[in-house]
């Protein structure tokens, strides 16, 4: 690691949503794809961002953010849910590669948080591992029932904002790494209609709150 400029929480915030109302608008430029690039991030890589998303197949993140490679060090699982092995790849990203963001991404129709609402509603379970996912979103989806929600868009959202608070209390890298100003964490909710990705909490950036719509 030489003299490798990292952005700012900030700035990596801003480069992320450039991206996305590029690709939102039909005009992706496509940065950092080409045989140019590969060459250039052979000796190391300098994500700007860790991204934890969701694994849905309409949420390809180089795609959504309209960026290349060695821009985003991706973690997804379905319904972004986390075990051991996420934590440790979000603090490789954040402690090791010195990413000074990362984005939970959620989504609307989300079907893991569909069968969780199922499956609390229903009481019913779920076969195989396909369970352990229904279980770590069900506290989600119990807070959200809690408050009183019936939106899809208000599940999604409190999902979200779980996943990161979630994320501060368990990793104290990634705590450690906000309280320095070295790292902010989002939650992002993004709409598959028409791609836009929209802020729904954030922690170590000074961002007007706003909620999914
Ligand atoms: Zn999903």
């Known amino acids: 690691m030489t003299d490798v400029?990292?952005?700012?929480?900030r700035e990596a915030f801003e480069m992320l949503l450039a991206g996305n109302q590029r690709f939102v608008a039909?005009?992706?430029?496509?940065?950092?794809?080409?045989?140019?690039?590969?060459?250039e991030v052979v000796p190391s890589q300098n994500p700007f961002a860790v991204l934890f998303g969701?694994?849905?197949?309409?949420?390809?993140?180089?795609?959504?953010?309209?960026?290349?490679?060695?821009?985003l060090f991706v973690v997804r699982t379905a319904g972004h849910v986390m075990g051991p092995e996420v934590?440790?790849?979000?603090?490789?990203?954040?402690?090791?590669?010195?990413?000074?963001?990362?984005?939970?991404?959620?989504?609307?129709?989300?079907?893991?948080?569909?069968?969780?609402?199922?499956?609390?509603?229903n009481g019913t379970a779920a076969d195989g591992y396909v369970r352990d996912?229904?279980?770590?979103?069900?506290?989600?989806?119990?807070?959200?029932?809690?408050?009183?929600?019936t939106e899809d868009a208000d599940f999604i959202a409190e999902h979200t904002r779980h996943t990161v608070d979630l994320l501060l209390a368990r990793s104290r890298t990634l705590a450690e790494a906000v309280?320095?100003?070295?790292?902010?964490?989002?939650?992002?909710?993004?709409?598959?209609?028409?791609?836009?990705?929209?802020?729904?909490t954030a922690r170590g950036l000074?961002?007007?709150?706003?909620?999914a719509s």
Do not use: M, W
């Open 87 to 121: 934590l440790g790849s979000i603090e490789y990203g954040v402690g090791v590669l010195g990413c000074p963001l990362v984005v939970v991404l959620g989504h609307d129709s989300c079907g893991a948080v569909a069968a969780t609402r199922a499956a609390v509603a």
């Open 206 to 211: 000074d961002v007007p709150a706003v909620t």
């Open 179 to 200: 309280d320095a100003g070295r790292a902010a964490v989002v939650g992002l909710s993004y709409r598959l209609v028409d791609g836009t990705a929209h802020l729904v």
């Open 133 to 149: 996912v229904i279980e770590r979103v069900t506290p989600s989806v119990l807070a959200a029932r809690a408050a009183g929600h």
């Open 54 to 71: 969701c694994s849905d197949s309409r949420l390809a993140a180089e795609i959504i953010f309209d960026r290349g490679l060695g821009d």
């Open 5 to 9: 400029l990292i952005p700012t929480p």
């Open 26 to 39: 039909g005009s992706p430029k496509h940065p950092n794809q080409n045989a140019a690039r590969r060459t």
